[in-house]
């Protein structure tokens, strides 16, 4: 028994020296990168060929997945094992749930049923966000969108009310002349905010002169207000948080 324990002591002491002292070289770091970009590019081919899922399309894309999820796995317990003994807590509850979610699809896929495959693929995108890892001015950004957290939520709740208000009078309008499209409220909350946001998609529109109105002074007005708002909230806190350098949550 003692002998058991020396013998892993002695592993864990082996790892945390070849860790400490023989860390990545930047080559790794640019493979890893490459690989994110590689794997959700093999994704979007595969949807062009309109394959259910990775078991019904060409054998090609099935291997290079198990590539990709198996290297990535590595990276996370390597990561993992690396934070554990240089006692980096902040890894586990930030990065890591990224590079967990980029790998733990792959492994779901084979305790689910085969009609969900196409789903647990398409979770594949998740991967992206270890981008966040590499990018500075993606960090920053995430951090300027933190601290504006609060603002953003004021503003949403203020663009929400200002669209239910809309869509009641325009309800109220428009049900009577345009009953497929303003007959239900849900309708009307849907034209609200795709308008509201300056987005509009053009499948619904007031047809009576005092809808059109309530659309200009009630909808327009403060939606351009609080899109402007929040485009100058985030751009106060990206200033800022460039001004600091390279920040971290």
């Not at 592993?11 to 890893?32: A, C, D, F, G, R």
């Not at 503003?155 to 345009?178: N, R, T, W």
Request: net charge neutral.
């Amino acid at each position: 028994m003692l002998s058991r324990v020396h013998f892993s002591q002695k592993i864990y002491t082996n790892m945390s020296y070849i860790i400490k002292t023989q860390p990545w070289p930047n080559w790794v770091e640019h493979l890893l990168r490459l690989l994110v970009w590689c794997s959700v590019g093999a994704f979007i081919w595969e949807l062009t060929l309109e394959s259910e899922d990775s078991r019904s399309g060409h054998a090609a894309f099935l291997w290079f997945e198990r590539v990709v999820a198996l290297v990535f796995t590595f990276e996370l317990g390597f990561r993992s094992l690396n934070a554990s003994i240089n006692e980096e807590w902040g890894y586990f509850k930030g990065m890591f749930w990224i590079d967990l979610l980029s790998v733990a699809p792959f492994w779901i896929g084979f305790f689910v049923p085969a009609e969900h495959l196409d789903v647990i693929r398409s979770m594949r995108v998740f991967r992206l966000m270890k981008l966040y890892r590499y990018n500075d001015q993606i960090q920053i950004l995430v951090v300027a969108f933190c601290r504006a957290a609060r603002v953003l939520k004021s503003a949403a709740i203020c663009l929400f009310i200002v669209s239910i208000f809309a869509a009641s009078l325009l309800h109220l309008v428009e049900k009577d002349v345009q009953p497929e499209s303003f007959g239900k409220i849900g309708n009307c909350i849907w034209f609200c905010l795709t308008s509201a946001t300056t987005v509009g998609y053009g499948d619904m529109s007031p047809a009576t002169p005092l809808g059109k109105v309530i659309t200009i002074f009630v909808l327009y007005g403060p939606g351009i207000f609080v899109c402007a708002a929040v485009i100058g909230i985030v751009g106060a806190a990206y200033h800022a948080a460039i001004e600091e350098g390279k920040p971290k949550i």
